[in-house]
């Protein structure tokens, strides 16, 4: 039988000095960063504290986000938001069907693709609908797609606060849509059909909205 301790990787640590020299801050820095909260406590041993790779990934997440012109406040109400967040597994679900790609983005990545609209309001909008999750350090944007769009309307200049209310109110009606689709297979086929009937689904919906775009453009002219 294997050693368990040869194939389990043992949890890196650090003492204050070790971790602050890693993650190119003074000692002091570390310090007043802890006593804001803009790290988690570290583990006592008696009286050492021990860091670890989320400590190490945070301070690196500061440093980023205060060359990008950050405040200290403001990224301690993004730090609050982060550490309650919904976790990854609730925002994915098990074994749920899906046509959307996740994406993993570090807090400083997120913050460019919405340059200057990541607010501690839209960072809160954003998980409240589930298109954000947490993983340790890591954000997962619940749809790659959803994520390229938001951000290149953000960039023809509509504030992203805009973005995610029209985006609450775009879910309520897909939700009545797939309601609807689900109830018309489900009246005349069984329920295995319904995972692959789902692109005609889309189909018809994609082809109405073109033509209500249509004819919302038509009434200007």
Same mark, same amino acid.
């Given at each position: 039988?294997?050693?368990?301790? *040869? ?39 008696g009286r050492i504290a021990w ?7 945070? #301070? ?5 986000? #205060? ?39 570090? &807090? ?5 693709h919405f340059a200057g609209e990541?607010? &501690? *309001? ?14 340790? *350090? ?9 994520? $390229? ?19 609450? $109110? ?37 082809? *109405?909205?073109? #033509?209500?775009?249509?004819r919302r453009l038509h009434k200007?002219?």
């Open positions: 039988m294997a050693d368990d301790s *040869e194939t389990t990787p043992q949890k890196r640590e650090y003492r204050m000095a070790e971790l602050a020299r890693l993650a190119g801050v003074t000692v002091r820095t570390l310090r007043f960063y802890r006593e804001r909260k803009l790290i988690p406590p570290p583990r006592r041993e860091y670890d790779d989320q400590h190490l990934a945070r #301070l690196r997440t500061i440093t980023a986000l #205060l060359e990008r012109g950050h405040t200290l406040n403001g990224i301690a109400e993004l730090a609050e938001a982060f550490d309650h967040g919904r976790d990854v597994g609730d925002l994915l679900g098990v074994e749920v069907p899906t046509e959307e790609t996740p994406v993993r983005l570090t &807090p400083e990545e997120l913050a460019d990541v607010t &501690p *309001e839209n960072l809160a909008a954003a998980l409240d609908l589930g298109y954000l999750g947490v993983d340790g *350090e890591e954000i997962v944007h619940i749809s790659r797609r959803l994520l $390229e769009v938001s951000s290149a309307l953000v960039r023809e200049g509509i504030p992203l606060g805009e973005v995610l209310r029209t985006g609450a $109110e775009v879910r309520s009606h897909a939700d009545a849509l797939a309601d609807l689709f689900a109830a018309l297979i489900l009246r005349h086929a069984a329920e295995e059909a319904l995972h692959r009937l789902r692109p005609l689904a889309r189909s018809v919906v994609d082809a *109405e909205l073109s #033509l209500a775009l249509d200007k002219n």
